[in-house]
């Protein structure tokens, strides 16, 4: 039997545009808000969060690295469906209808607990960025993932079409949970509106004073978190700016960050936050 094989220049082809579609795909998004979800209220109305609260309390610990992990094969089963039955409950509310801390806390923990349902969904996957739905896809943040309000939503949207530009807040960054090493730490604690200042106080801490998110090597040598880089105009208008950001910050490398001039790398660790892969 005969078959026709694509030529030797038509599969470069393909392969070269394969690689433009995965290099255009940076986790950096422009933040324009999604005017459907502008509405908000005065309502002292509260949302209940217990069943992510336990999933959280089962499933996520703090290790001694300073980093939260989640056990994901130990939440495969009974754990999946607490989850499961916590999304089912949060798209029956239509967000609009709470106050504006409610609405922020809502939104973060919708995120966070739709990232862990994909990660329990491809569990022989080491990396979030290898659960896309698309051949070539970086990740899963553009994949439709929930409905609220007869809308479909993606985690892009969730992140850079409501909470960035709505809220206009760069501790979102330090909230939300990508699943991985690199990523700020999943709050073992559910947001709440009540408690939301503190809460994104203390992750925006906690953060800038781990390695991972801030690392003097040597005088002539500083390592930040590529969020720095992919979303340095949520923090600053310029490096200069950021530095000074971080050093009002830090708890121990406040005149070194003010007072540096070499240079900066950037660093994302993309493994999977999974007590099973803790090196």
């Known amino acids: ?12 082809g393909w392969i070269f545009s394969a690689l433009l579609t995965i290099s255009a795909q ?18 002292t109305q509260t949302i209940d969060h217990s069943n992510w609260q336990l999933f959280l309390d089962q499933y996520v610990t703090l290790h001694n690295d300073g980093i939260t992990r989640v056990n994901y094969a130990g939440a495969a089963g009974e754990g999946h469906a607490l989850l499961r039955n916590y999304l089912r409950q949060v798209t029956q509310i239509d967000p609009r209808g709470l106050n504006r801390n ?3 806390a809502y939104w973060i923990n919708l995120y966070n607990a ?3 349902d994909i990660v329990l969904q491809h569990p ?7 659960m896309g739905a698309r051949l070539f896809s970086f990740g899963p943040w553009d994949d439709p993932v929930i409905k609220i309000a ?6 892009n949207d969730i992140e850079h079409r409501i909470l960035r530009p709505i809220w206009q807040d760069h501790r979102i960054h330090y909230a939300v949970n990508c699943a991985s ?7 073992a604690i559910a947001f709440s ?4 200042e503190p809460a994104l106080s203390a992750a925006e801490r906690t953060y800038i004073n781990h390695p991972r998110g801030v690392s003097v090597d040597n005088p002539d040598s500083l390592t930040l978190s590529s969020i720095f880089n992919w979303y340095q105009s949520d923090f600053a208008s310029d490096q200069a700016g950021l530095l000074n950001y971080l050093a009002r910050h830090h708890e121990t490398l406040n005149e070194s960050l003010q007072n540096f001039s070499g240079t900066v790398d950037f660093n994302y660790d993309w493994a999977l936050n999974s007590t099973q892969h803790e090196r």
């Open 1 to 12: 039997m005969c078959v026709n094989m694509p030529n030797k220049s038509l599969i470069t």
């Open 26 to 43: 940076t986790p950096a998004h422009a933040s324009q808000a999604w005017p459907f979800w502008l509405p908000h209220t005065t309502a």
């Open 102 to 104: 409610e609405q922020m």
């Open 114 to 116: 739709l990232t862990v």
């Open 124 to 130: 022989q996957k080491k990396s979030i960025k290898r």
């Open 150 to 155: 007869g809308q479909t939503l993606t985690l």
């Open 181 to 187: 090493v690199s990523c700020p730490n999943l709050s």
């Open 193 to 196: 509106g009540a408690l939301l």
